[in-house]
């Protein structure tokens, strides 16, 4: 079911600190990106939502806009870590451009589901997610700053 695809995200986008940061950072964009790939797939196969329907996904997305946005803040402020691990940093920023990606791939998925009176409304809870992803995209794309 649609509903579901908001609120199947791992908890492992939080990244706890741990010895092997780049193994970590590895897990938890391969978690988030198959989410976001599965949430876009249950979508696409989906049948377009009723109107009632519809409201029942607006919670689950704007939980996952808020949880998107805090997971792009902690990474962006972790930035000066990656910085030292030289690697690091191109690796988040490529993660980041492939999640970004996946990201608007599912909301454009589920957004098409929502009847058309609707998918205003859904693009609009939808929409904080892309600029949160260009900042991170922007910050780590300076190298050290």
Same mark, same amino acid.
């Not at 009176?117 to 205003?120: D, F, H």
């Given at each position: 079911m649609l509903s579901g695809s908001f609120v199947s995200f791992p908890s492992t986008l939080f990244l706890p600190?741990?010895?092997d940061l780049k193994s970590a950072i590895l897990q938890a964009s391969t978690d988030l990106t198959d989410s976001l790939k599965k949430g876009t797939s249950v979508a696409e196969e989906s049948e377009p939502l009723t109107q009632?329907?519809?409201f029942t996904i607006i919670e689950p997305a704007q939980t996952l806009v808020e949880d998107t946005? @805090?997971?792009l803040n902690t990474i962006v402020a972790a930035k000066p870590k990656f910085d030292q691990l030289f690697i690091a940093s191109p690796l988040v920023l490529q993660i980041l451009k492939d999640d970004r990606a996946a990201a608007k791939n599912l909301t454009e998925a589920v957004t098409e589901k929502v009847p058309l009176?609707?998918?205003?409304v859904a693009t609009g809870i939808t929409t904080p997610i892309d600029p949160a992803f260009a900042a991170a995209i922007k910050k780590y @794309?300076?190298?050290g700053l």
């Open positions: 600190p741990q010895a009632d329907e519809a946005k @805090s997971v009176e609707l998918q205003e @794309s300076a190298f």
